[in-house]
């Protein structure tokens, strides 16, 4: 093992010796010495001197760049940790705030409902459906809602009575609205209007219908 780390080296040793008296012989290298030798005694100290700071900063490159680099990896490491941190504090504060409570459904507000139809100077006997119109929606929530039926409106009543059913909540929602003319009197209408809200699928509200 010795001897092949001897023959390693005395090769590589003879590889730099060529090397360097190739160098010697070339045309520049004669140039370059030329100059060297007709510069003054300063002049050349201060070839050597510039030669030497070139060679020694490109022996301290290397451990520079890589202290840099080390600086820069453990920077965004740190900045990476911090996000992490924060975000995981984030989840814990979300999973710590209570859940909000769900609003009610629309069929649990039918009186209030009916107040409305009635204020917009429709009488009870035209309202001839108002029923619990839940299910449907999205999957991971339920859709609550109410439908009404209501004949001998004008479009005015319909369209007061519509925006004031939405109006009633601030969950409530117009679903559908129909207008249909009636056959014995065009001038009034018979109004089909659907008001829905969502919960989630955990804070699920029973309601009945009617």
Known sequence: MKDTIVGLYESLKERLKNSLQEQQESELYIRLKERYDNLSRLGQRLVIAGVSI??????????????????????????????????????????????????PPPYAQKGNLDQRILAKGVKIEQITESSDASGGGPANVDQHGIHYTIGHVTIR??????????????????????????????????????????????????????
């Open 54 to 103: 070139i060679l020694l900063l490109l022996v301290l490159w290397i451990p520079l760049s890589s202290m840099m680099d080390a600086t820069d990896l453990s920077a965004n490491f740190e900045q990476r940790r911090q996000a992490l941190k924060d975000l995981l504090k984030i989840q814990r504060d979300y999973s710590s705030v209570p859940a909000a409570p769900a609003p």
């Open 157 to 210: 009543q319909a369209l007061d009575i519509s925006y004031d059913l939405e109006q009633a909540d601030k969950s409530f929602k117009l679903s559908d609205f129909e207008l249909a003319a009636e056959p014995t009197d065009p001038h009034y209408y018979t109004l089909k209007v659907k008001i829905i809200n969502f919960a989630p699928k955990s804070s699920t509200v029973a309601t009945s219908g009617r």
